[in-house]
């Protein structure tokens, strides 16, 4: 049974599809006859004005229970038993209290914690909190890349931008998202739990403006699925790093999983520990800056509440 564990997990690895989805589309353009070439050129024109990441993916599959099925997938919970990832809830969330705003952390190198808990319904989400619909939404460059982005797209994950947010929590949609993102990635290391934190506040602002509640969750274990090489703060390696960041939005981390496979991680529990909500004082369509550094301050400190267990020595807290 760990053989199939495994075997689920490399086959569904997103760092896995996203390469053999290049690999394929550079050998199609490459080697393809007329006909592939030019269905290859058409559908990345497509790509560049579909408007489904910024719907939460295909409406239309969500209708017909098509990504409720994926989502639901033998394979993800195979995948999920590979580490293995256990999904616990502090408090309840009630459905017709929603919509919620899933803030994730930390964002490791890929976010096995949020991919498996939101992303998909590998660790029981659909049991611990029936009744929610949730969106894992990440950055653009993820519904640039070919293919893989069609498989994204119909599991209901989206882009993670203001239009977005704002569209699927109108709509009473909960979303879960990363606010650490990429330059968190480079923070990765075992051990720790390093934050970037501080400056990112428009999910606080998000919950101002349509009333959804903040929802704290730490994925205990997510920095210790891979090592990363570690370069200090100001110097040249560390430059590049954080300007490639600037540049293509994502960053370039040096790591390595498996001695045999580096993309695939190690074998490390994960628990994905969800704390109680914080809800807005109030809804406020145009929340000032003070209004929204107050409420994204009484967020940083429920990250303290003991029953998510946040170590002391997690590092920078609330971050950069």
Not at 30 to 40: D, F, H, K, M, S
Not at 56 to 81: H, I, K, Q
């Amino acid at each position: 049974m760990d053989t199939l564990h495994c075997a689920a997990m490399i086959c569904t690895y997103p760092l896995n599809s996203i390469a053999a989805s290049l690999v394929f589309t550079a050998m199609a353009l490459a080697r393809g006859g007329v006909y592939l070439r030019t269905a290859i050129a058409a559908y990345i024109c497509w790509i560049l004005v579909d408007p489904s990441p910024a719907r939460g993916g295909y409406e239309s599959l969500w209708n017909l229970g098509v990504t409720g099925m994926l989502r639901r997938s033998w394979m993800w919970r195979w995948a999920c038993r590979y580490f293995p990832v256990t999904l616990k809830a502090t408090s309840q969330l009630p459905a017709e209290k929603g919509p919620y705003i899933f803030v994730c952390h930390p964002h490791g190198i890929i976010g096995v914690s949020p991919m498996t808990s939101f992303g998909t319904d590998a660790s029981g989400f659909n049991t611990t909190f029936p009744g929610l619909k949730v969106h894992l939404l990440g950055h653009n460059a993820i519904f640039r890349i070919p293919f893989f982005r069609e498989w994204c797209l119909m599991h209901g994950h989206g882009v993670a931008g203001r239009d977005t947010c704002l569209y699927l929590l109108r709509r009473g949609h909960s979303i879960a998202l990363a606010p650490g993102g990429a330059k968190e990635s480079l923070e990765s290391v075992p051990g720790t739990m390093r934050l970037v934190l501080r400056n990112r506040k428009g999910f606080a602002r998000l919950g101002l403006r349509t009333g959804a509640a903040l929802v704290p969750v730490l994925g205990f274990g997510e920095n210790e699925l891979y090592s990363t090489v570690q370069f200090e703060k100001h110097t040249w390696r560390r430059r590049i790093q954080e300007r490639l960041q600037q540049r293509l939005g994502f960053a370039m981390p040096l790591f390595y999983g498996l001695s045999w496979l580096p993309l695939v991680p190690r074998r490390r529990p994960v628990t994905t520990l969800v704390g109680p909500p914080l809800w807005p004082p109030e809804v406020v369509a145009d929340p000032t800056a003070e209004q929204v550094d107050t409420f994204h301050g009484q967020y940083c400190q429920a990250l303290r509440d003991p029953r998510l267990g946040m170590p002391s020595s997690c590092g920078h807290l609330p971050g950069e």
